[in-house]
């Protein structure tokens, strides 16, 4: 029904920058939040950050104050600034949204994209 699109990942050297970007399409009117998880080797999948239709922003602690979530309603994308990247970002990072009604976006996902921050 919603399909996520992402593009944006890549090899950056510590301290440096990356900009993750995700579209969505397909029954777009019933998203709510939108977010972005990511995954490491023999980690759990974690929250990264998330933004309501509204505005509203939440962030996992380890990355408050270095990234940032930016929504685009008109646009149906979501985009993620990552700045001074550090070697345990390195993760596989899932685009996901959420419906109506639910707060957290983890009902669809995108296919992944990895992010690899060398020393």
């Known amino acids: 029904q919603v399909q996520l699109v992402e593009s944006g990942g890549g090899l950056v050297q510590t301290g440096g920058s990356l900009i993750l970007s995700c579209a969505a399409s397909?029954?777009?009117?019933?998203?709510?939040?939108m977010g972005w998880y990511r995954q490491a080797p023999g980690k759990q999948r974690e929250l990264v950050a998330a933004?309501?239709?509204?505005?509203?922003?939440m962030y996992a602690d380890s990355v408050k104050g270095r990234f940032t979530i930016s929504r685009d309603n008109a646009k149906n994308t979501v985009s993620l600034q990552m700045n001074m990247l550090k070697p345990e970002d390195t993760a596989v990072y899932y685009c996901a949204a959420g419906i109506n009604g639910e707060l957290l976006p983890r009902r669809y996902w995108g296919q992944g994209t990895q992010v690899t921050v060398s020393s």
């Open positions: 933004s309501s239709r509204g505005g509203r922003t």
């Open positions: 397909g029954s777009i009117f019933s998203i709510n939040a």
